[in-house]
């Protein structure tokens, strides 16, 4: 049965393409997720400056 290794070594890249698809896939969903808070992050701190500059000193 010399089918089974080739079978075995085939099955295994085509599970490595898979991991890797799916690992690229994750890393722009990561990428996009970061720049999101990362705009969400400086919305907040130009709010936060804008809210310090409207109070009134004491």
Sequence with gaps: MSWMPV???LLATAGLLVL?????RLWL???????GVD???????EAAGDLAA?????
């Excluded at 890797?20 to 690229?24: K, N, P, R």
């Excluded at 409207?54 to 004491?58: E, G, S």
Aim: proline share 4%; no cysteine; glycine share 4%.
């Design 7 to 9: 079978a075995a070594v």
């Design 39 to 45: 705009t969400a992050s400086r919305a907040l701190a």
């Design 20 to 24: 890797g698809v799916l690992a690229i």
């Design 54 to 58: 409207a109070v009134p000193r004491r």
């Design 29 to 35: 969903d990561v990428r996009a997720l970061a720049q």
